[in-house]
């Protein structure tokens, strides 16, 4: 099982990107996916996540800017980052939750596979 994140960069203050998240080896159709950060001598936060029936959850430093989606026929998942901040660099992951139908978002230990980051910038 691999999780592929990509689609970070460098983009200005007020920029956009969306990140991409492509499994293989599975199908996590039925589990919670999610977005984390981890800035510079910063513990990895939590920024978004979507259960399996398309409930969605954020941050509050993200909410009204990012939004999170997936696509479960191509078994991937999507970061939308609008209006971006210079405090949104960071190193970005996504992860995949394999408990079916888990009836709340679960925890970031819970999470069981995780991608292997990618880099977000944004200048000043």
């Known amino acids: 099982v691999q999780l592929q994140a990509f689609g970070g960069g460098l983009v200005q203050a007020g920029g956009s990107l969306r990140l991409s998240c492509a499994a293989s080896?599975?199908?996590?159709?039925?589990?919670?996916m999610g977005w984390f950060r981890q800035a510079p001598g910063k513990e990895r936060e939590f920024v978004a996540g979507?259960?399996?029936?398309?409930?969605?959850y954020y941050a509050d430093s993200v909410k009204g800017r990012f939004t999170i989606s997936r696509d479960d026929a191509k078994n991937t998942v999507y970061l939308q980052m609008n209006s971006l901040k210079p405090e949104d660099t960071a190193i970005y992951y996504c992860?995949?939750?394999?408990?079916?139908?888990?009836?709340?978002?679960?925890?970031?230990?819970?999470?069981?596979?995780w991608g292997q980051g990618t880099q977000v910038t944004v200048s000043s």
């Open positions: 992860a995949a939750d394999t408990y079916r139908w888990r009836p709340v978002l679960p925890a970031q230990g819970e999470y069981d596979y």
């Open positions: 080896g599975r199908a996590f159709s039925s589990g919670y």
């Open positions: 979507i259960s399996w029936s398309t409930n969605t």
